[in-house]
């Protein structure tokens, strides 16, 4: 999800396979012609595109299915050079979708229309069309990062459930950014510019129900964001590449 860098590893490799370059179709033409081996060592490290280069390449137990090493790291390919399993996901190496992610947003998706959506602070930029919900937590550093790409967004609504999962004040910042006269504003200080609400926090507030929520949803790490079409997005990804994916979640 995050654009390519200097990796350690095909751990790392994995985490950033959404935002690898497609691979042309010439390269693919070239890694289906010859022996099954060559054409799962050309298909690999045309999609690997020079970060890294496939060291070896062995027959498996399994027909049809090949082991690469990419320096201590394995993957597991088919003959044809079109499918990898790797880290436990299945990836088309083509087009660089992690099948198993999809799948797990599927399963993971929810009825947005279900979101008890007045337990949450509301934020409005502009027309206000698009529509997500996001779990925060104050003490998280994705978090702030991903606030500070939030406020340039253009024609939004933000309904953001504040949790406290990370550190014992968090629930205390949390509280206070709910007793605050303008919660949007105090959770926006709070985390872009670290400016606790100057408050006791103990006004009634929905915390019990916002830790609820999240437990019914399987929330248990921040910053997820929940798109309007129910598709979940777990972690922090870049202000652009979030704006396109709003962008997609947002089609009627």
Known sequence: MHSFRALTGIKSLIKSLIALVAISCAGFASAQSGDAGANVRS???????????VEEVRKT???????????????????????????????????????????????MSINFKDLPLDIAIKQVHGNGKRVFAIFEDANCGYCKKMRRDLANLKDVTIYTYVVAFLSPDSETKAKKALCASDK?????????????PDNPGTCDNPMPKLRDL???????????????????????????????????????
Not at 227 to 233: E, I, Q, T
Not at 238 to 250: I, P, T, V
């Open 43 to 53: 298909a690999v490290n045309g999609w690997l595109k020079g970060r890294y280069q």
């Open 61 to 107: 137990p399994v027909s049809g299915i090949w082991e690469v090493r990419i320096g201590n790291d394995l993957i597991y390919v088919d003959e044809k050079g079109q499918f990898a399993f790797i880290e436990g996901n299945l990836v088309e190496l083509r087009s660089n979708r992690n099948l198993t992610r999809e799948r797990v947003d599927e399963l």
């Open 214 to 252: 999240a437990q019914k949803l399987g929330v248990n790490a921040t910053p997820t964001v929940f798109f309007s079409n129910g598709r979940r997005l777990q972690g922090y990804v870049a202000g652009d590449q979030f704006e396109k994916m709003l962008q997609e979640n947002s089609k009627p």
């Open 184 to 196: 949007s504003a105090a959770w926006n200080d709070l985390l872009i510019s670290g400016k606790v």
